[in-house]
């Protein structure tokens, strides 16, 4: 494990970022967990794939870089907890800027690679199905079906991918993103999920031999959100990653003092659930469920 990147810090040690490398030459492929502190299904899932490319003679190059936003993370927070920036807001980075920025580029620099892959997980209040989100066409996109995450959300140009997905197509390197659980919380499921996904990658690209079994998830373009239409305490009825059937009940909106039923959520499509709201205390338009439509 080497140093790439380190800031003083006011209070603490110095800030460090690590990077664990496997193999030599090329190709590269480049993993990135930890932007957000309190997202650690990422660190763990970055944690396996150490384990077992221990053990492996690598062909090329891996990257890891399994905790960039290693403060946030002591501390279960998501942003960089000295300013509450959102380190992935920083991308492309500056190299006089702010901490998040400087920070931000040395990422860029220290996952310079053929193929970039980021982990993620849904927000401390929503938990999400394992799924890949990668263009509609193109290398990445083929990367994304590769994984065979249950989902692969192949997104129109319509949403942009900002933060380092974003900076790091914009240098032209092929990026894809790789969610999975929720903030502030170690599903080990979710993290193996991950993890196979990003083995089956991996494979693909021959830097180690094939170990995993192609999955059998879903492909999608379009997601359906159900959302509050007033505030209460949502109790669902469904788990992420279900398969759902039209008009299948997702949960009731409830009175959180009392729990007489204030609004019953059913699916509008058939679909898969891709997201879920598992802290309860909900606002009106906040989104309970996300429901991905396979594609036909
Ligand atoms: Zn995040």
Redesign the pocket.
């Known amino acids: 494990m080497s140093v790439v990147f380190s800031l003083e810090s006011p209070y603490r040690g110095e800030y460090r970022l690590h990077r664990l490398t496997f193999g030599s030459g090329g190709p590269v492929t480049a993993l990135v967990a930890g932007i ?1 502190g309190n ?1 650690v299904n990422g660190i763990q899932a970055l944690n396996l794939i150490a384990s077992m490319l221990r053990l492996q003679r690598v062909a090329g190059t891996v990257h890891l870089l399994p905790c960039v936003n290693l403060f946030g993370a002591e501390e279960a927070r ?1 942003r960089w907890p000295f300013d509450d920036r959102d380190l ?1 807001e920083a991308f492309p980075g500056a190299a006089d800027g702010s901490p998040v920025e400087r920070i931000a580029l040395a990422v860029l620099d220290a996952s310079e690679a053929d193929v970039c892959i980021e982990l ?2 849904g927000s401390a209040a929503v938990h999400e199905a394992p799924h890949a989100r990668v263009p509609l066409t193109g290398p990445a996109a083929e990367l994304g079906r590769i994984a065979a995450l249950p989902i692969c959300w192949r997104r129109s140009s319509d949403r942009i991918d900002d933060g380092l997905v974003g900076a790091w197509r914009a240098a032209g390197r092929t990026a894809l993103e790789l969610r999975g659980g929720r903030g502030g919380a170690l599903d080990l499921d979710d993290a193996r999920t991950l993890a196979r996904g990003v083995v089956r990658i991996l494979a693909a690209a021959e830097h180690i031999g094939s170990t995993e079994r192609p999955g059998d998830g879903v492909a999608c373009t379009t997601v359906h959100d159900h959302r509050a239409t007033l505030g209460g305490f949502f109790v669902p009825e469904v788990r992420v990653g279900e398969r759902v059937a039209e008009g299948q009940l997702l949960g009731v909106v409830r009175a959180p003092l009392g729990g007489e039923p204030r609004e019953v959520v059913h699916a509008s499509t058939a679909g898969v659930v891709l997201a879920l709201r598992v802290y309860p205390m909900v606002h009106a338009s906040e989104r309970l469920v996300r429901v991905a439509i396979p594609e036909e």
């Open positions: 957000h997202e998501k992935n993620q997980t």
